[in-house]
């Protein structure tokens, strides 16, 4: 599959990059700056550009650029994206004295990245820390994944299935964003409580 990664520069975008090279597909990282993205690309061994230039002619773009810049992204890409289904791994996320905590009231990253491109967009991926995904074991979690499209929720289901250890989950409608936003608070918040590098594993699934 040729998956475009835009922001692929980042610590999420090239550990995606990297484990998506090993197994076989076709990757490309995109950059607000081109010559980043070639830099970074050639050092993972996979291709690079700018962001608009990656997500042209691919079969899946991730939107990988860190969370406050989604939206906007999305907004700049809509027409160099298309048609193409969209993975949003987004948490809009603060980091207070109490702990880290759900940014947004409503809605989720992801419903407001629908609302802007043409193509249908999923959502997940988003408490699976990019460390974890870098290191040649998968990480020991489920993957959940939600959409309100079922074939580019399968697309998304079939390549988060081979990203880790448990098995990739379809967590219902992309109205569940929210909670898969949300979440990933309450898993980065345990994270650095216990000093531990925590993940999902829903119980009870043959
Ligand atoms: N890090 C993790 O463990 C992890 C785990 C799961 C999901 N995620 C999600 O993955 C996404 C990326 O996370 P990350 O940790 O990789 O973030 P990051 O390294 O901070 O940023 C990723 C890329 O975003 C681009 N960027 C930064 N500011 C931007 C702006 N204002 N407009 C457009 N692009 C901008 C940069 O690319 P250029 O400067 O090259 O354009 C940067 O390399 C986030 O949505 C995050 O929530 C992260």
Known sequence: ?????????????????????DLGHDIAIGSR??????????????????NESVVR????????????????????LADAIGETPVLCVASDLRFTDAGVVPARSSG?????VAALVCGPVV???????ATHLALPDPPDQDALVCGDDPE??????????????GRALDAGPL????????????????????RAVAGLRLTGIE
């Open 1 to 21: 599959m040729k998956v475009a990664i835009a922001g692929g520069t980042g610590t999420f975008g090239r550990a995606l990059a990297a484990r998506l090279r």
């Open 33 to 50: 700056d081109e010559s980043r993205a070639q830099e970074r690309a050639a050092v993972l061994g996979v291709s690079g550009g700018t």
């Open 57 to 76: 002619d691919a079969d899946l773009v991730v939107l990988a650029v860190q969370s406050s810049a989604a939206i906007d992204t999305a907004r700049e």
């Open 108 to 112: 989720s990253v992801a419903e407001d």
């Open 123 to 129: 959502s997940g991926l988003q408490a699976i820390p």
């Open 152 to 165: 580019a929720k399968e697309l998304v289901l079939e390549l988060a299935d081979h990203l880790v250890a």
């Open 175 to 194: 109205a569940n964003a929210r909670a898969l936003e949300d979440m990933t608070a309450v898993i980065i918040h345990v994270n650095r409580r216990y």
